[in-house]
């Protein structure tokens, strides 16, 4: 797996993170089961929100908090009134994002379903707001968020496959699978056809990543770098932002990593280029988007400055490749939308992180183990509040 033997994975203590980033495709397939086995269910409950102004607040703290950051554009073009808000921001001022006139969709990403934000984020919205609705997806059948709200007449919980609670210390697979579960259940009915064919498209070039294309990132991932850049549009900021961190945890910060916009990249942060810097490009299928991608690729290769340029890509775009060290390409003859090609990016992100922790002699299945950073966060106390 990845090209290493069990034995060898267990002695890397990487055993749950390599089999949680190999499992996606397999999780994903479950989650579209999962989908068309509640689909009737789910546009029932979706059916009571078509009278009143929703706006859908969609919440979650570290990796969680980046399913909504990439879901919320996205959605924007399914016609819903929709945000994304890292509920260790809603919990420090619950007032400032929750009004008790709005009508609201709370939608609630968790791996465990036991952190102390998430949990306080449901109670102030609860509290805060008069017609509230909720939608928990979530990995753990076990955890408080699915346990409280299951039998509460206006929340939807859905649950990921077991499988998908991860048990190494970064979240690979719950990330994806919670994002393309809400990913499915809020897209247009009449878009949904073209949504799953693009789906099932992206399944099977993942797989192929994981079982065979993973050669060309190990070799990015023992090339000594110390500054790791990821760079996306839109959409596809929200999976550079997950990128940037994957590679942070894993490498217990042993590493600096950064995340930003094409267009943001030019407003200070390309300050942080050197002789040690690796740029990752999640280049855009938009055709529009895809020019500021674009243009920044070539100004970075002009520059000749920061030591590696990788360009990750859905089509296969014989101009790029001469801008940058390494083209890593789906090669899909299809098209398809940023938020479908985003998880095969983020895969190939997954697999440069675990080969870059083994690389600085981290174990992957909890690289930080004296515990200054922890599973599921500990140490954090939660106040009343009262709304003046």
Not at 69 to 88: A, C, D, H, M, P
Not at 132 to 160: R, S
Request: net charge neutral; with cysteine; proline share 3%.
């Amino acid at each position: 797996m990845l090209g290493f033997t069990r034995d060898e994975i267990n002695n890397l203590k990487a055993e749950f993170t390599i089999n949680e980033i190999a499992q996606q495709p397999k999780m994903w397939r479950e989650v579209l089961k999962l989908y068309n086995g509640l689909s009737a269910q789910i546009k029932t409950f979706q059916a009571q929100l078509q009278n009143k102004p929703y706006k859908y607040i969609l919440v979650g703290a570290g990796t969680s908090e980046f399913v909504g950051n990439v879901l919320f554009e996205y959605l924007k073009t399914q016609g819903l009134n929709v945000v994304s808000i890292s509920t260790t921001d809603i919990v420090s001022n619950p007032g400032l994002y929750f009004q008790s006139d709005q009508p609201t969709v709370l939608i609630s990403f968790a791996r465990s379903g036991n952190s102390p934000e998430s949990q306080a984020t449901v109670e102030y919205a609860k509290q805060l707001i008069n017609d509230l609705v909720q939608i928990i997806i979530i990995c753990n059948k076990e955890g408080q968020l699915a346990v409280k709200n299951h039998d509460d007449h206006k929340a939807l919980v859905l649950l990921l496959p077991d499988a998908t609670n991860d048990k190494s210390f970064a979240m690979t697979s719950s990330f994806t699978s919670m994002l393309l579960y809400c990913l499915v259940a809020l897209t247009k009915e009449e878009n949904h056809s073209q949504l799953e064919q693009e789906i099932n498209n992206i399944i099977n070039i993942v797989d192929n990543i994981i079982n065979n294309d993973y050669q060309a990132i190990k070799k990015i991932a023992h090339e000594d770098h110390r500054r790791i850049i990821f760079l996306g549009s839109n959409i596809l900021k929200g999976y550079a932002q997950e990128a940037h961190l994957k590679v942070l945890e894993l490498s217990a910060g042993e590493v600096t990593t950064f995340f930003n916009s094409s267009l943001g990249f030019r407003h200070g942060p390309k300050s942080v280029v050197n002789n040690k810097s690796l740029i990752v490009f999640f280049l855009s299928q938009n055709a529009y988007t895809r020019q500021y991608d674009l243009d920044l690729l070539k100004e970075i290769a002009h520059d000749q400055v920061a030591k590696t340029i990788v360009v990750i890509d859905h089509l296969n775009d014989k101009n790029v490749a001469k801008y940058c060290h390494h083209y890593l390409t789906n090669d899909s003859s299809s098209e398809t939308n940023d938020i479908v090609a985003g998880l095969s990016y983020i895969v190939r992100a997954q697999i440069y992180a675990v080969y870059k922790a083994i690389w600085l002699n981290k174990t992957p299945d909890n690289p930080c183990p004296t515990g200054e950073v922890n599973r599921v966060v500990k140490g954090v106390t939660i106040y009343p509040y009262q709304n003046k």
